[in-house]
């Protein structure tokens, strides 16, 4: 009787040491997609709204986080893989975090708690080590804009401008400037240039052919590089947009 209850603690404390490592937090990679209208970025800010708020407050109302984490989501090893500003959107998005090894089943109930401008997209479990900001290697960004902002200043601005092929050639001399490692303290906020964190990596600029839309002609400015600090991107294009209305020069 003795061997048999000794038999039966040891297989008890087995069962509970592998129910407890199924239940324990799994770090996962978080695909979701936003439509920044109304929002005052994806970073948490407290008073206004915000994307990562509604993320979190969906994560604790679904059960996927504890009170702790979502007051605290660095207790849950919660990050994202870009920054957005006030009003940007993103088609793709990659969150990490610690969640229910049962995470993927929650996603429906998730997406209820969400506004329909955010949705969850999918989630596949990571290792413990991955962090979506130290592992991104590059970030894409689309600007849109309609052509008539790059309007001759000579010509007269209407609705109805069709942008010239060589206009968007020599819009896209002017980008290819950003190409590279430069200096961009210029582009940000309370930044000096002596900040090494003001050096930045452009991959490419490049302004694609114009498209209509309700008798409007835009065009999409698509941005690579491996990070950008805030306002970068909108200081890069409205500087160009500046050199091609003759407000200021190349030098």
Same mark, same amino acid.
Request: glycine share 6%; proline share 6%.
């Given at each position: ?56 407050t969906a994560f604790y109302k ?79 960004? /689309? ?54 964190? /003001? ?23 698509e941005v690579k590089g491996q990070s950008f ?23």
């Amino acid at each position: 009787m003795v061997l048999l209850a000794s038999v039966c603690r040891t297989l008890l404390n087995q069962m509970q040491t592998n129910f407890k490592r199924q239940l324990k937090p799994k770090k996962f990679a978080i695909l979701i997609t936003y439509c920044g209208d109304g929002y005052f970025g994806i970073q948490r800010n407290k008073g206004v709204p915000t994307i990562e708020e509604e993320i979190l407050t969906a994560f604790y109302k679904s059960g996927a986080i504890t009170k702790e984490c979502y007051d605290r989501p660095q207790a849950a090893a919660f990050q994202k893989a870009s920054r957005t500003d006030k009003g940007v959107s993103a088609v793709r998005q990659i969150l990490s975090c610690k969640l229910p090894p049962n995470f993927c089943e929650l996603i429906p109930q998730i997406n209820e708690f969400l506004p329909q401008k955010i949705r969850v997209v999918a989630a596949k479990k990571a290792t413990q080590h991955f962090d979506s900001k130290r592992y991104c290697d590059g970030r894409t960004y /689309s600007y849109m804009m309609p052509s008539y902002a790059l309007c001759p200043p000579e010509e007269f601005v209407t609705e109805s401008y069709r942008i010239k092929p060589e206009i968007i050639k020599k819009f896209n001399e002017i980008l290819e400037f950003y190409n590279g490692t430069h200096n961009f303290h210029n582009f940000t906020s309370q930044k000096l240039p002596t900040d090494p964190s /003001s050096m930045r990596y452009i991959v490419s600029v490049i302004c694609g052919q114009p498209f209509i839309k309700d008798g409007i002609e835009f065009i999409i400015v698509e941005v690579k590089g491996q990070s950008f600090m805030m306002h970068q991107i909108r200081k890069m294009i409205g500087l160009a947009i500046a050199i091609m209305r003759g407000l200021t020069t190349e030098e």
